[in-house]
């Protein structure tokens, strides 16, 4: 199938098809029950709020979810094909949507979510089933673009958006999902769980999770936007047995985290904060304000790498994947913050960083393909670049070229270009430039020395 005209994507270097290029979309609201814990079923609906950078004669959303029923264009029921090839749920408009106007574009769906494929795992809605007679669990695990497995979206980082998420589960469950429970209300339908998440994240740092869960509240911690305290809450599932207080164990310092990274990066960017834990043989990821934390996963540095996420990628979002290690290289240096808070020889943290990549192939930091976007240079090499800098300029002035960074890319995508740009302006010529060797260079730049 052609594109439509006025439905061209974004663009991206490492996956060209996903998005709509000036398409902006500001909020999904969204009502997602799940009949039955463990299995992919479900069925959603989902009103988009939606505003356009330039005219669009159709809309061009993310989609290899269940079936659709229903499209809908401010309340008007309306025609709409589903490409499945091309993983994209059209609609063409009776008008076209013009910068400055804004439109609602509704989602009616039900059956059975996909697995979404990618280079490292299948994303999208994860399904556990139950053992032994107990009910099972689902959760989302959706970056890089897994989240159009169950959800129709414009699935790239550069479009962030709010969320109300309303899940309906069985008795005996609980949902959990990225921001403030705002209200659980009970019907024959089931338990709905009620979240809003007011600041805008990318649609694959989108938290939700179903299981029967222990929920955990700690205190607030007042680390927020002025000094705003951020609501503390964590979701364990039950039956975790001899494991449980190990597994528990790192959680208890998330208030921690939590004061020794906004030290550096400056205000927690969200209302609230915890952790998912997921009985999943999968990788942790950094979705928002409830980090999806696999059992075996729940340990203090993969805590504080999936908690700086928050600032860096949830909050500071990409512009284009090629430029994944901003988000990776800044988490895996808080892993090093967190370190040295501890009283730990950063030295050494430094230097086995170093020392994984040493002998090895190595390359800039943007990445070319959909299988090097995780790799050892995405977080490591990443890590060193930040390392350089902090080098050339000392701690001060590193700490307030962090704060800027957060400042000036919140919300608005991030780039390696926009980051160089940002450390000429703040730190001068010398320290742009030694973080340009490490984004630029072919080869392995020599071991940028760690203050004692
Ligand atoms: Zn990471």
Redesign the pocket.
């Known amino acids: 199938m052609t594109p439509l005209p006025g439905a061209a994507p974004i663009g991206d270097r490492i996956y060209p098809t996903l998005g709509q290029a000036g398409l902006d979309v500001r909020h999904y609201d969204l009502r997602l029950t799940v009949p039955r814990p463990g299995t992919l079923e479900l069925s959603g609906e989902v009103t988009l709020t939606l505003a356009a950078t330039r005219p669009l004669s159709a809309i061009a959303l993310d989609y290899l979810g269940p079936a659709v029923q229903e499209v809908r264009w401010n309340g008007a029921v309306r025609a709409f094909a589903l490409d499945r090839a091309a993983g994209k749920l059209r609609v063409t408009l009776p008008a076209p949507l013009r910068p400055g106007e804004a439109a609602r574009l509704s989602v009616r769906y039900a059956g059975v979510a996909a697995q979404v494929p990618d280079a490292l795992l299948p994303t999208g809605w994860q399904a556990v089933p139950g053992k032994g007679g107990a009910g099972g669990a689902n959760y989302a695990l959706s970056e890089p673009a897994g989240t159009r497995g169950f959800l129709p979206v414009n699935d790239h980082p550069s479009d962030p958006a709010t969320f109300t998420v309303r899940v309906t589960v069985p008795a005996g469950y609980t949902a959990a999902a990225s921001g403030l429970e705002t209200g659980v209300a009970d019907s024959p339908a089931g338990r709905t769980f009620t979240f809003e998440q007011a600041v805008p994240i990318p649609t694959y740092a989108l938290a939700i999770h179903v299981n029967r869960f222990a929920r955990v509240d700690s205190p607030p911690v007042p680390v927020g936007v002025g000094g705003a305290a951020v609501v503390r809450r964590d979701y364990f599932p039950a039956g975790l047995g001899s494991r449980e207080t190990a597994v528990r164990a790192p959680y208890r310092r998330t208030g921690e985290v939590l004061e020794v990274l906004a030290g550096w990066f400056g205000p927690f960017p969200f209302a609230a904060h915890g952790s998912a834990i997921v009985e999943s043989g999968v990788p942790a990821l950094?979705t928002a304000t409830l980090n999806t934390m696999p059992v075996q996963s729940s340990n203090e540095r993969v805590l504080v790498?999936?908690t700086a996420?928050q600032w860096f990628g949830d909050r500071v979002v990409l512009a284009d994947w090629s430029d994944v290690w901003l988000?990776?290289g800044f988490?895996?240096y808080a892993e090093l913050l967190w370190a040295q808070a501890q009283g730990e020889d950063g030295g050494a943290v430094v230097a086995g960083w170093y020392a994984r990549l040493a002998g090895r192939p190595t390359r800039p930091l943007p990445a070319t393909s959909a299988e090097e976007l995780f790799d050892r240079t995405a977080?490591l090499r990443g890590a060193l670049a930040l390392q350089a800098v902090r080098a050339e300029v000392g701690d001060a002035a590193f700490r307030a070229w962090l704060r800027a960074y957060v400042t000036a890319f919140s919300g608005r995508p991030a780039s390696t270009a926009g980051l160089l740009d940002l450390t000429r302006r703040e730190l001068g010529a010398r320290a742009e430039a030694a973080l340009r060797l490490w984004a630029e260079s072919p080869t392995l730049p020599p071991l940028p020395p760690t203050a004692p």
Do not use: V
């Open positions: 950094e790498h999936e996420h988000n990776e988490a895996t977080y």
